[in-house]
C-alpha cells in the first residue's frame, strides 16, 4: 500500500499526538508539539511534494513549537518541596557530586557548603533543586 506523503505525515502527527497523551512519564511536550508540526506538514504535503523540503519544514515547525512549549512546564518540582530527605549512595566529596536516594530515585546531589564531604549512607536533609541536581546538607547539621 503506498500512501501519499500527507496521510503519511498525519498518521505520525496522530500517533505522536497519542504518544504525548498516554505515555506515564510526561514527554516535556516534546512528542506533542512534534505530533502538531507532523500534522501541519500533512497539509503542506500537498502543495509542496518535495519530501526533503518536508521534513525541513517539520524540523523547523518541531523546533519553534518544543521552545514555545517549554513556557508551560514547571522550573520546581512541588512533590520535591514536600518530603525533604535523602540518603546518600555514594560520598559526596567536597566541591563535587555524589548520588543521593530520594523517593526511591537515584539524584546527583552537591552538598551546600563546598568545603563539607558527606559519606555514603549518610541521611542528608534537602534544600533545593538546581536542574537535575538536589543540593543537600548531612542531617547533623540540624542537631547542632
Sequence with gaps: MNLPPSQVWLIIGIA????ELLVPL???LIAGAMGI???LVSAVALIL???AL?????????GALVNLSRRFIPRDSHQLKEASEGITLTEIPAGQTGRVQHEGVSWKARCDDPNVAIATQQKVIILRRQGNTLVVVPENWLKE
Design 16 to 19: 505522536l499526538c497519542v504518544i
Design 37 to 39: 508540526a507532523a500534522i
Design 54 to 62: 518536508q521534513i525541513l519544514a517539520w524540523m523547523l515547525i518541531s
Design 26 to 28: 510526561p514527554t516535556f
Design 49 to 51: 511534494p518535495i519530501p
